[in-house]
Nanobody
């Protein structure tokens, strides 16, 4: 059974930083495309950033220059470094993994940006 477990969320002041981690219990993690999505109250889930199995990255315009996605295949982990956080970044952040037609989601971790 595939599991994606996120950690690293919390409460931070505007301008602060957090690093989210997602550990995947899968075989051949290196073959998976991974990503981070977020969902704010009353809004649809949206892509934040993703990274292919070859390391190519893609970011939502709203986070470009502030967030960085990376992966460590040996640790079966994908990270999201979030800097210069804004109040509007407040959301539940979900880890996502995909290989072929199979896709998996984590349970989510809350990020709250507030003074």
């Amino acid at each position: 059974q595939v599991q994606l477990v996120e950690s690293g969320g919390g409460l931070v002041q505007p301008g602060g930083s957090l690093r989210l981690s997602c550990v995947a219990s899968v075989s051949f993690f290196r073959l998976y495309a991974m990503g981070w999505y977020r969902q704010a109250p009353g809004k649809q889930r949206e892509l934040v950033a993703d990274i292919t199995n070859s390391g190519s990255t893609n970011y939502a315009d709203s986070v470009k220059g502030r967030f960085t996605i990376s992966r460590d295949n040996a640790k079966k982990t994908v990270y999201l470094q979030m800097n210069s956080l804004k109040v509007e970044d407040t959301a539940v952040y979900f880890c996502y993994g995909r290989k072929g037609t199979s896709a998996y989601w984590g349970q989510g971790t809350q990020v709250t940006v507030s003074s």
